[in-house]
């Protein structure tokens, strides 16, 4: 019995010996087969994805694998029918949770190319590896020529629609400013000037207007962005406009210093520049949009751009000119009598004098009609005496013409009197304006007379102001106080 009893335990213990040694083998072949899998490129222990496993067509047969991996529980938002055999080459855009796995930029750049030939920046510090487009830039380099006689580099003909809209855009796309700035080039190109205004989505453009956008669209193409632009109207013509010639190679890092300069010049002063300072000289207004529209048309931001341009051309000896209809300009009067009281002489502006007589017709010499011996007039006092600040009358006319300075009283003095020695009413117009810099003054400017018109001539801003035109404080925003024959301060 006892014999029989170790028998039994013998043949136990054999059994179990047996039946431990098959859980071994087991184990070794469900880790071998992990491992096999591992080997294929799918790690199945950090698979988290909506992949369906029964569907992937590859060498690995699910059905034997005898392991602990729910198949059920794998999630996928890949289309399974569309994976390949060789894993190697999935593009696919899982990302272990688990792990917090990110790609590197170099495998996104060659999934990228592997997808498409466009070429696209990888912005490394977005968490969210967002790519964005690169195609607003370029490494050729944009030759522009102008002679004596005209443009000399072309550009294509672009048709814009005859028909207009009324109300005005809130926005415009970078691709209708791209087609404007084609339609300007061809324009310039074909007369040799500006065109006056610019029709942009059904809607017409005053120049300093289109200048605005074209120069917000540059940056847009600098940041590599595609928004939409944002008009800003009612900017102004500039006065005084002048320049000389341009010669140079300018890179994209110098061209867009100029740009910026040009928006944050137009954005407080709400007025386009006369001209910009560069590297290859004075830049004219017309020449400042024809080379930024040009850059613009290329759709690509050209590396550098090369300038060869004349200032005495035909495009910079034309000025052009839009009223939107509607617009009023209140500072100018009707006439409503008493021309022969705004003839005569006063104190402090002596038409009477030699000296002031001689002058008015040496500024008038060759100019025939009134509006043409007023603008002469202005346009002398504006740019001969300076403005200098100080409280009421100082000089007078006659001393303030020989200093070649004076305040907004004593300009006006000089332009009263040089009109009325040339036979042009002139009169005083008082008023407390806010100027561009935020603060307000009493100020003094002249009103001519010519027709049946009393044109505003503020001679107070040698940059901004012009006749017929204030840039220098704000229109819309003055109080009235007097008309005055002759001034009491």
């Not at 590859?58 to 059905?63: E, R």
């Not at 607003?136 to 294509?156: A, D, P, R, W």
């Not at 065109?195 to 669209?217: D, G, H, M, Q």
Request: charged share 20%; net charge positive.
């Amino acid at each position: 019995m006892e014999n029989l009893k170790i028998g039994v335990v013998k043949i136990s213990i054999k059994k179990r010996l047996f039946v431990l040694i098959l859980i071994v083998c087991f184990i070794f072949i469900c880790i071998s087969t992990s491992y096999a899998l591992e080997g294929n490129g799918i790690n199945v222990n950090n698979l988290d994805s909506d992949v369906n496993v029964n569907n992937l067509d590859s060498d690995v047969n699910v059905n034997n694998l005898d392991s602990d991996v729910n198949v059920n529980n794998l999630d996928s938002d890949v289309n399974v029918n569309n994976l390949n055999t060789n894993v190697n080459n999935l593009n696919s855009d899982i990302n272990d949770s688990d792990n917090n796995l990110s790609n590197d930029s170099n495998n996104l750049n060659n999934n990228s190319n592997n997808n498409n030939n466009n070429n696209l920046n990888i912005d490394s510090n977005n968490s969210n590896n967002q790519i964005n487009s690169n195609n607003s830039l370029s490494n050729g380099t944009l030759t522009l020529e102008i002679n004596k006689n005209k443009v000399i580099t072309f550009s294509e003909y672009i048709k814009i629609s005859p028909n207009l809209r009324k109300s005005k855009p809130n926005e415009l796309s970078q691709n209708s400013i791209i087609r404007a700035s084609k339609y300007v080039n061809w324009y310039i190109y074909k007369y040799g000037k500006l065109p006056n205004s610019v029709k942009i989505a059904k809607y017409r453009y005053s120049i300093p207007e289109f200048l605005y956008l074209i120069s917000k669209t540059i940056q847009y193409k600098m940041l590599n962005s595609n928004k939409t632009v944002k008009p800003k109207y009612n900017l102004k013509d500039p006065q005084n406009i002048r320049g000389g010639d341009v010669i140079g190679s300018f890179s994209r890092k110098k061209y867009y210093s100029y740009v910026k300069n040009v928006l944050r010049y137009m954005n407080y002063y709400k007025v386009a520049p006369n001209l910009i300072s560069t590297s290859g000289g004075l830049m004219q207004y017309q020449t400042i949009i024809f080379v930024f529209s040009k850059i613009v048309a290329e759709k690509m931001l050209p590396r550098t751009v090369d300038l060869d341009i004349s200032n005495q051309n035909s495009l910079n000896k034309k000025i052009p000119k839009y009223v939107r209809p509607g617009t009023k300009n209140i500072l100018n009067s009707k006439y409503n009598g008493g021309r022969k009281l705004y003839l005569l002489s006063s104190r402090n502006a002596q038409s009477n004098s030699e000296y002031i007589k001689t002058l008015a017709k040496k500024i008038t010499k060759g100019h025939k009609t009134k509006l043409q011996k007023a603008k002469a007039i202005f346009y002398w006092v504006r740019d001969n005496v300076r403005y200098s600040f100080y409280f009421n009358t100082k000089y007078g006319a006659k001393k303030a013409i020989k200093n070649g300075r004076g305040n907004c009283v004593d300009q006006s003095h000089a332009i009263v009197a040089l009109c009325r020695a040339s036979k042009i009413p002139a009169r005083y117009v008082n008023g407390n304006c806010e100027f561009i810099s935020g603060k307000r003054y009493g100020h003094v400017w002249t009103q001519i007379l010519v027709g049946k018109t009393w044109y505003v001539a503020d001679a107070s801003n040698f940059e901004l102001n012009g006749f017929g035109v204030v840039n220098n404080w704000k229109v819309g925003t003055y109080r009235f106080k007097n008309i005055y024959r002759s001034t009491p301060f």
